[in-house]
């Protein structure tokens, strides 16, 4: 009885989007040779019958060159549908046009007086017969056929070569039917000659401006009186950094390239924080030289290379934050305890240098806008005992780690607005208060375009290979050990099922996520977007093993509806 109910469902999905288009064009069929000849029932009659038949392989054959998952070219899925469909249909169809249906739709529209009501009794008069005699068809013969084309998939039959049941006679006249279409196949695919299919440029990141735009005049308005420098290591791509230079935004670097990148694009290096806790001596002497005046420390050893190759400079000394439960958690590389902080900064003064600030970073994608609140008592409470020491600080950078939305709702950034303003309510004195925002703003904005170069399945375990992985788009899945995810799509858009997404390297560790749910009968060739790919996936990329990494493509002035169309490739674009 399961399996009974198995096959109806089965059968059902194999002809129900087809039997809906062969419907709509025989009421269409019938009602326009209504309407040139009303009195004749018969032109009627074969009107529909002919409309339905069009209508019904014309839905047949989309829908199964889209669903059957026959692996080779394009010319052979075809060839390989086109011969099922002969066996499938042939000796029904024949029946069907000349005798059954015909008769059937005469009949019931002369016996209603009704032609619409008439079609709709005879089509279901002629359907019995006709999916009675395509299913025997199917189940007998076409089935085993397309098996022998088919990618090996967990859900295929596995009721061998024959039917249960089937006789000697039955399995003679499968093998000989079988063998036949595969010669049908083979003559069909070999009548002209394959032309070669060009290889994709290769995985291609889009970034929206105007998405970037948005996010920076929203984080802004929600951090009024906070200066933003933008985390350069984020995404240091020349057009970007240029296009956030011109909203205003300010800039945080980690490394004399990434000074040289932005005073290129026209950046004051005295605008810059150099706020890497711990840089190479002659990256200090060469930023000093540069014009950049403010550097962060967390360690004596910093604070003398800072005090011999950039004397006189203000400095920000990095405090420690408690563990948190970020989604990219800090992992206590850099930070100092308050004692420690307290100390660093009268040893700066002491060193010639100026004791400009306090920093600390909560961890990258945040989602919890409390987690600011008690590194900045903290810093409160380091700015009063420096105070009774007769040390005033002038700034206070709360970092970055404000978040971008993963495929999994996040607070607004109103909400981490409000969450940082009351707890700076709480310090002794007003300060400059800075902030270093990265993937919270560009984020959202991009758009990783890869293509399919393979698919298996290895112990019932689906995979699914795309020119991008870890080393050259998305190293956050290799560093969060697949916790932080890129949000997928694919251009088919078809009945999806569950897939293992992995890179091109023959890296084991190369994979991006388990369990993404994308359409399921994804090929080679085939698009899939990678969502919320702006930060850190060119960054990162490498051309480990010989892959590309990703180009960059800006795009502007779209609508929400234009960027909700550029979700998917393939036939959109």
Not at 247 to 259: D, H, M, N, R, Y
Not at 289 to 313: C, I, M
């Amino acid at each position: 009885m399961v399996e009974r109910r198995r096959r109806v469902r089965e059968w059902i999905g194999r002809y129900l989007v087809a039997e809906l288009c062969g419907l709509t064009a025989a009421l269409a069929a019938a009602v326009a040779a209504t309407a040139l000849a009303p009195d004749r029932l018969v032109v009627a009659a074969y009107a529909s019958a002919l409309g339905e038949g069009i209508g019904f392989y014309a839905g047949y054959l989309v829908t199964r060159y889209l669903r059957e998952d026959i692996a080779g070219p394009r010319r052979r899925r075809w060839a390989v549908i086109l011969a099922a469909a002969v066996v499938e249909f042939g000796p029904a169809e024949i029946l069907d046009t000349v005798l059954v249906r015909p008769a059937a739709m005469f009949i019931g529209a002369w016996t209603t007086g009704n032609v619409v009501a008439g079609v709709l009794i005879g089509k279901v008069v002629a359907d019995l017969v006709f999916y009675g005699l395509a299913i025997t068809s199917y189940e007998m013969l076409v089935r085993r056929f397309l098996r022998r084309f088919r990618r090996p998939q967990p859900s295929d039959d596995a009721d061998g070569p024959s039917a249960p049941g089937q006789s000697t006679s039955g399995r003679a006249l499968a093998e000989s039917a079988d063998e036949l279409m595969t010669e049908t196949v083979a003559l069909l695919t070999a009548a002209a000659p394959v032309e070669p299919v060009e290889p994709p440029s290769g995985p291609e990141l889009i970034m929206d401006l105007d998405v970037v735009g948005d996010h920076y005049r929203r984080f802004a308005a929600a951090l009024p009186g906070v200066t933003v420098h933008f985390a350069t290591k984020c995404n240091p791509d020349r057009a970007l950094l240029q296009h956030l230079h011109r909203l205003g935004c300010g800039f945080e670097v980690a490394s004399t390239p990434e000074l040289d990148l932005l005073t290129d694009i026209g950046v004051r290096p005295a605008d810059l924080i150099f706020s890497n806790p711990v840089k190479p001596w002659w990256h200090i002497r060469e930023a000093y030289a540069a014009g950049v005046r403010r550097f962060a420390a967390d360690s004596d050893d910093e604070l003398t290379k800072l005090a011999e190759h950039a004397p006189g400079t203000r400095v920000l000394i990095r405090v420690a934050v408690a563990p948190a439960a970020s989604d990219v958690p800090s992992e206590g590389k850099f930070g100092v305890d308050a004692d420690e902080a307290v100390r660093l900064v009268l040893a700066a003064a002491d060193a010639g240098l100026r004791p400009w600030g306090l920093a600390f970073h909560v961890g990258s994608q945040m989602t919890d806008p409390n987690a600011w609140i008690d590194p900045i008592v903290s810093s409160a409470v380091i700015m009063e005992r420096l105070l009774a020491a007769g040390v005033r600080l002038s700034a206070l950078d709360i970092g970055g780690g404000f978040p971008a939305d993963y495929g999994q709702p996040v607070p607004p950034i109103e909400a981490y607005g409000d969450t940082i303003a009351r707890a700076l309510a709480t310090l002794p004195y007003e300060v400059e208060v800075l902030a270093e925002p990265g993937r919270g703003i560009v984020a959202d904005a991009g758009r990783l375009h890869t293509t399919v170069i393979g698919t298996a399945t290895r112990l019932d375990r689906r995979w699914l290979h795309l020119d991008v992985g870890a080393f050259n788009g998305a190293m956050e899945a290799l560093e969060t050990a697949r916790q932080l995810v890129l949000p997928m799509s694919d251009c088919r858009g078809g009945p999806l099922g569950t897939w293992t997404v992995t890179g091109p390297s023959c890296d084991s560790q190369d994979t991006l996520r388990d369990d993404a749910m994308l359409s399921r009968d994804l090929q080679a060739g085939d698009r899939v977007v990678l969502h919320t790919a702006g930060a850190y996936t060119t960054a990162y990329a490498s051309t480990f093993n010989g892959f590309p990494v990703p180009t960059i493509r800006y795009v502007s002035g779209t609508t929400p509806a234009d960027r909700a169309a550029g979700e998917l490739v393939g036939s959109a674009q």
